[in-house]
């Protein structure tokens, strides 16, 4: 029987046959390792894997079984390494969340069906088909990427239109004050009566009159400043796309600032929200700012913007929370705080479209959960995994690291990877550095 150091040993033995490892010989390929190796394995002397140490195959951080260090972050240079840091996430985000559907999302097979890889032949990336997702968009690194990127691009083509058309766009931001000791459910129901309010008022609509308001989109986005020097706690505030036909100079854009500036102060004292400051309570910015914002939105780490991006310094989004964690697993203020914001924003839209915007601009609706189960555009099909290899991924939370060695090294280095982690289901275990150099000996350097 080839143990799990032999088969690490085995696996290194043939990075240096590049015929092998690549594929390019006709008749060798993940058979032909496995009967090398079990060769190999027959001469004795060769130390077994070293078992995991307690719990850690049943935490999901992929900052272990993943063999990706715990506090590195991805850059957009490298969309695969972004995709395996947003599985390890996913994990982390299961771990506060056992119960919720993101703790099932891309684990359990849709319909019994096989477990799908694909791989996109215009970016060149890998993705999985045939399981389930939750469709969550505050709470799903993976759900939330694919579904940020997708209404980036719909916002982009709505704005395009739009300006076409002769119109123009604006970036209007309302912000309030917050403490360290406000309580986020009540936060975010006090700002949205505040909100509701302002809408409705008749000075506010005679501003939007003036810009020739067509309608708008509303999202909301909230940090906590639990590392700036005062601590003022959960940050929740809206950015609102303003489609509009007057551009008007840069006089009327501070006349509108102002006025619209005097009825937030109204509304948000009437909420019990304090008085927000000029400076930083209201901004209304050109369309530059505004294309600047939604080109933007979807790209931090090839993830999304909002509650997902890296936030100033001081500030954290929701997801800096799962980073947080993932990068130390005793930081429990991260733990909760994610749990309490997972839990406020769980059934609320990411984004609020004014009634008749999207027909007027030929936006097709479509749900998050759509958007999470489509498949990237123009891929091709590089293979199935059976039930019990899908196991073993999820034993050694291998799920990112085998789409990334899908990706760059194509469908032979993942047969062989599968065989590698053979029998992790059922007992067998595997040493943390054995599976970051498998990782490394089966991707291209």
């Known amino acids: 029987m080839v143990r799990g150091g032999d088969r690490f040993l085995c696996l290194r033995s043939f990075k240096t046959d590049m015929t092998i490892l690549t594929g390019k010989h006709p008749f060798l390929g993940a058979t032909a390792v496995l009967h090398a190796c079990a060769a190999a394995g027959a001469t004795g002397g060769m130390r077994s894997a070293a078992p995991l140490g307690a719990g850690d195959a049943q935490r999901g951080l992929a900052g272990t079984a993943l063999g990706i260090n715990a506090k590195l972050r991805a850059t957009s240079h490298d969309p695969m390494l972004s995709r395996v840091v947003r599985f390890a996430l996913q994990a982390v985000a299961r771990s506060i969340l056992p119960t919720s559907r993101t703790a099932k999302c891309l684990r359990i097979r849709a319909f019994d069906s096989d477990v799908q890889v694909w791989k996109s032949k215009e970016h060149g990336t890998a993705s999985y088909a045939g399981l389930q997702t939750c469709g969550s968009v505050w709470a799903c690194p993976v759900c939330s990427a694919k579904i940020a990127e997708r209404r980036?691009?719909?916002?982009?083509?709505?704005?395009?239109?739009?300006?076409?058309?002769?119109?123009?766009?604006?970036?209007?931001?309302?912000?309030?004050?917050?403490?360290?000791?406000?309580?986020?459910s009540d936060l975010l129901d006090q700002q949205a009566n505040a909100l509701q309010a302002f809408m409705r008022d008749r000075s506010v609509k005679a501003v939007f009159v003036e810009m020739g308001h067509v309608g708008q989109v509303r999202a909301l986005e909230?940090?906590?400043?639990?590392?700036?020097?005062?601590?003022?706690?959960?940050?929740?505030?809206?950015?609102?796309?303003?489609?509009?036909?007057?551009?008007?100079?840069?006089?009327?854009?501070k006349d509108w600032t102002v006025r619209l500036y005097l009825r937030w102060v109204v509304y948000c004292?009437?909420?019990?929200?304090?008085?927000?400051?000029?400076?930083?309570?209201?901004?209304?910015?050109?369309?530059?700012?505004?294309?600047?914002?939604?080109?933007?939105?979807?790209?931090?780490?090839?993830?999304?913007?909002?509650?997902?991006?890296?936030?100033?310094?001081?500030?954290?989004?929701?997801?800096?929370?799962?980073?947080?964690?993932?990068?130390?697993?005793?930081?429990?203020?991260?733990?909760a705080l994610f749990h309490e914001f997972a839990d406020c924003f769980k059934g609320r839209r990411q984004l609020h479209w004014s009634r008749g915007l999207k027909a007027r601009l030929?936006?097709?609706?479509?749900?998050?959960?759509?958007?999470?189960?489509?498949?990237?555009?123009?891929?091709?099909?590089?293979?199935?995994?059976?039930?019990?290899?899908?196991?073993?991924?999820?034993?050694?939370?291998?799920?990112?690291?085998?789409?990334?060695?899908a990706a760059k090294s194509g469908w032979n280095a993942v047969q062989r990877y599968l065989w590698f982690i053979d029998g992790a289901h059922s007992g067998t275990v595997f040493d943390t550095e054995m599976l970051k150099e498998a990782r490394s000996l089966l991707l291209p350097e």
Not at 158 to 169: C, E, I, N, T, Y
Not at 284 to 298: C, E, N
């Open 222 to 253: 909230v940090t906590h400043g639990r590392k700036s020097a005062k601590n003022n706690g959960w940050h929740p505030h809206f950015h609102i796309l303003q489609f509009h036909q007057v551009k008007g100079t840069e006089a009327d854009r």
């Open 269 to 335: 004292q009437k909420a019990d929200l304090g008085t927000p400051s000029f400076a930083h309570g209201i901004k209304l910015d050109d369309g530059s700012k505004a294309a600047q914002y939604v080109t933007k939105w979807g790209l931090e780490d090839e993830m999304t913007k909002g509650h997902t991006k890296k936030a100033k310094t001081g500030g954290e989004t929701p997801f800096d929370l799962l980073r947080a964690v993932l990068a130390d697993r005793s930081d429990k203020q991260a733990f």
């Open 152 to 184: 980036r691009v719909e916002l982009v083509d709505a704005m395009d239109l739009h300006k076409a058309q002769g119109g123009s766009v604006s970036l209007l931001t309302l912000t309030t004050p917050h403490q360290r000791g406000d309580v986020l």
């Open 362 to 405: 030929f936006v097709d609706e479509k749900t998050d959960e759509q958007l999470a189960d489509e498949k990237e555009d123009r891929a091709s099909l590089l293979g199935c995994l059976t039930v019990d290899q899908w196991r073993n991924v999820l034993k050694v939370d291998g799920r990112g690291v085998l789409l990334e060695i």
